[in-house]
């Protein structure tokens, strides 16, 4: 299961958007009980699946949040290539594709079965519709990703072809997130309570403030999920939820986010605990745009103020991993950059006092969402060691904080997991909410993105050592994957290495 969160992006780039560590804890029931038995697909096997930030929208071409493609993205809407579990780029509702000899061309070969909810057939006519959509109608951030296309045709109902302006790594791997996301041209009049795709369930119901629940989709041109009909059901207080699951009210809680507390169910044999890991880094963010951190002082004297061993122990149990940058170990470029700024008291203090920013007051506009609340008060009290004050301002999340911190820039620092996959340069430029602008990073992006395999790894060690070495914000912690189940649960995925929360592969043995 996925945490959740994203990120955002930048003119002609690959994108990013930011959400919340989504907790997700998923229920399994048969229609009508608490408790069921082993079924084939096209019984009343039912699911419920918790989760702590409840989308504000249902439309993504027009709202940010990671809690919206997580629900709908692989399960109502399906793309024409997706992610598998290692990350690696495979057929979704294109059969094949294949790539010019310069990079710019790409012809893609689509399933002849497929059929949107409304009854409409897809075709190669539909692809093209949605990707101009992006370029058009599409208000959020994340559209950027679609500029490096100059055409899209449909060269017959089932053939497409994309020409890109430039060759671009990005580009395909991005049409695997959100943006590639395949529309009815008679099923967008509602997106944001009504969507409309082609893929295994389709959505049913929004009972505001409390569930989703999407239904299997019967006439589905692929197969068909186990479980016939799916609530997510939306909670904002861990604590009862691994109550839920100890007085077998619930039977799955994942993404866990009070891991202090696992160790009563790791010594259970009820439940299987699966531990991986996500692309969920959690960023202490900057504001790039105020006079405070226009110094790099003040930036690397807060990297060197906060022990992030300690923090992490703190704030999440000791679960994750320190990574130093915003590149996660399942990402070809990664690199342990944890040594490019050790915690260092003395040093930090030093350096604060240097860029006169000792003794000033910084906000610490934080989202109601837990590991964000928990860390934050680690984070305020390791800076004020440092000779900072920090004020700690809750913002009620998605709404408020996506509106003052995400959309305005309205804050000094904040705390987010950023889970889009590949997200270094959506969420380190001008502008984005961290408002950074380095031109020296745009250009080992623009390499890494133009160029072979070898130069586009090469480029992205470079931009990631960069934004480190610039202390452009500072990486507390890479979010683990934590799932705790009931042992007759089936896939439930180790890693959470994509935006969506993939509901296809659940089942009971």
Same mark, same amino acid.
């Given at each position: 299961?996925?945490?959740?969160?994203?990120?955002?992006?930048?003119?002609?780039?690959?994108?990013?958007?930011?959400?919340?560590?989504? =907790?997700?804890?998923?229920?399994?029931?048969?229609? $009508?009980?608490?408790?069921?038995?082993?079924?084939?697909? $096209?019984?009343?096997?039912?699911?419920?699946?918790?989760? *702590?930030?409840?989308?504000?929208?249902?439309?993504?071409?027009?709202?940010?949040?990671?809690?919206?493609?997580?629900?709908?993205?692989?399960?109502?809407?399906? %793309?024409?290539?997706?992610? @598998?579990?290692? $990350?690696?780029?495979?057929?979704? =509702?294109?059969?094949?594709?294949?790539?010019?000899?310069?990079?710019?061309?790409?012809?893609?070969?689509? *399933?002849?079965?497929?059929?949107?909810?409304?009854?409409?057939?897809?075709?190669?006519?539909?692809?093209?519709?949605?990707?101009?959509?992006?370029?058009?109608?599409?208000?959020?951030?994340?559209?950027?990703?679609?500029?490096?296309?100059?055409?899209?045709?449909?060269?017959?109902?089932?053939?497409?072809?994309?020409?890109?302006?430039?060759?671009?790594?990005?580009?395909?791997?991005?049409?695997?997130?959100?943006?590639?996301?395949?529309?009815?041209?008679?099923?967008?009049?509602?997106?944001?309570?009504?969507?409309?795709?082609?893929?295994?369930?389709?959505?049913?119901?929004?009972?505001?403030?409390?569930?989703?629940? =999407?239904?299997?989709?019967? @006439?589905?041109? /692929?197969?068909?999920?186990?479980?016939?009909?799916?609530?997510?059901?939306?909670?904002?207080?861990?604590?009862?939820?691994?109550?839920?699951?100890?007085?077998?009210?619930?039977?799955?809680?994942?993404?866990?986010?009070?891991?202090?507390?696992?160790?009563?169910?790791?010594?259970?044999?009820?439940?299987?605990?699966?531990?991986?890991?996500?692309?969920?880094?959690?960023?202490?963010?900057?504001?790039?745009?105020?006079?405070?951190?226009?110094?790099?002082?003040?930036?690397? $004297?807060?990297?060197?103020?906060?022990?992030?061993?300690?923090?992490?122990?703190?704030?999440?149990? /000791?679960?994750?991993?320190?990574?130093?940058?915003?590149?996660?170990?399942?990402?070809?470029?990664?690199?342990?950059?944890?040594?490019?700024?050790?915690?260092?008291?003395?040093?930090?203090?030093?350096?604060?006092?240097?860029?006169?920013?000792?003794?000033?007051?910084?906000?610490?506009?934080?989202?109601?969402?837990?590991?964000?609340?928990?860390?934050?008060?680690?984070?305020?009290?390791?800076?004020?060691?440092?000779?900072?004050?920090?004020?700690?301002?809750?913002?009620?999340?998605?709404?408020?904080?996506?509106?003052?911190?995400?959309?305005?820039?309205?804050?000094?620092?904040?705390?987010?997991?950023?889970?889009?996959?590949?997200?270094?340069?959506?969420?380190?430029?001008?502008?984005?909410?961290?408002?950074? @602008?380095?031109?020296? =990073?745009?250009?080992?992006?623009?390499?890494?993105?133009?160029?072979?395999?070898?130069?586009?790894?090469?480029?992205?060690?470079?931009?990631?050592? %960069?934004?480190?070495?610039?202390?452009?914000?500072?990486?507390?912690?890479?979010?683990?994957?934590?799932?705790?189940?009931?042992?007759?649960?089936?896939?439930?995925?180790?890693?959470?290495?994509?935006?969506?929360?993939?509901?296809?592969?659940?089942?009971?043995?």
């Amino acid at each position: 299961m996925k945490s959740q969160f994203s990120k955002s992006a930048l003119p002609g780039r690959a994108v990013a958007f930011v959400a919340a560590a989504a =907790l997700l804890v998923l229920t399994a029931c048969s229609a $009508g009980s608490g408790t069921s038995s082993g079924s084939s697909p $096209g019984g009343s096997q039912s699911l419920s699946i918790g989760l *702590v930030a409840e989308p504000a929208s249902l439309d993504f071409t027009t709202t940010d949040g990671a809690a919206i493609p997580q629900v709908l993205l692989g399960n109502v809407y399906e %793309r024409l290539v997706k992610q @598998d579990d290692s $990350g690696k780029i495979v057929p979704e =509702l294109a059969k094949s594709w294949t790539v010019s000899p310069d990079r710019k061309t790409y012809t893609f070969d689509l *399933v002849d079965n497929a059929k949107f909810t409304n009854g409409k057939p897809f075709t190669a006519a539909d692809a093209v519709f949605s990707i101009n959509r992006v370029k058009t109608a599409w208000t959020t951030s994340l559209k950027a990703a679609m500029d490096v296309v100059q055409e899209a045709k449909a060269l017959s109902p089932t053939q497409l072809q994309v020409t890109l302006t430039k060759p671009s790594n990005g580009w395909l791997f991005r049409m695997t997130t959100r943006i590639g996301a395949m529309f009815s041209e008679t099923g967008v009049s509602a997106l944001a309570t009504a969507p409309i795709g082609t893929g295994p369930f389709k959505f049913s119901k929004w009972n505001r403030g409390d569930s989703i629940v =999407l239904e299997r989709n019967d @006439d589905y041109w /692929g197969t068909k999920p186990f479980f016939n009909q799916i609530t997510l059901k939306y909670f904002k207080d861990p604590t009862a939820l691994n109550n839920a699951l100890l007085t077998g009210t619930i039977n799955v809680i994942g993404t866990v986010q009070a891991p202090e507390a696992l160790s009563q169910f790791t010594s259970n044999d009820k439940y299987q605990v699966i531990e991986g890991t996500t692309n969920g880094e959690v960023l202490l963010s900057f504001n790039n745009s105020e006079p405070i951190f226009k110094d790099i002082r003040t930036r690397q $004297g807060i990297r060197q103020a906060i022990d992030h061993k300690a923090l992490m122990d703190t704030c999440w149990a /000791g679960r994750g991993k320190l990574i130093g940058s915003m590149v996660p170990p399942t990402d070809p470029w990664y690199e342990d950059l944890t040594g490019v700024a050790p915690f260092d008291l003395a040093k930090a203090k030093s350096l604060l006092q240097a860029s006169g920013a000792a003794g000033k007051t910084l906000r610490l506009r934080l989202p109601t969402l837990p590991y964000a609340i928990a860390c934050g008060q680690v984070v305020k009290s390791q800076l004020e060691q440092a000779g900072l004050k920090v004020a700690i301002d809750q913002q009620e999340f998605p709404a408020a904080w996506l509106t003052n911190v995400l959309k305005n820039a309205d804050y000094d620092m904040s705390i987010i997991a950023h889970v889009e996959p590949r997200d270094l340069g959506a969420v380190f430029n001008a502008k984005y909410y961290t408002r950074y @602008d380095d031109p020296t =990073l745009q250009q080992y992006l623009a390499a890494a993105d133009s160029g072979d395999e070898a130069a586009q790894i090469d480029n992205m060690k470079k931009a990631a050592r %960069r934004i480190s070495e610039q202390a452009a914000g500072d990486w507390l912690f890479l979010l683990p994957n934590l799932i705790v189940a009931d042992k007759n649960l089936t896939g439930l995925p180790k890693n959470a290495i994509t935006e969506n929360l993939d509901l296809t592969s659940l089942a009971r043995s």
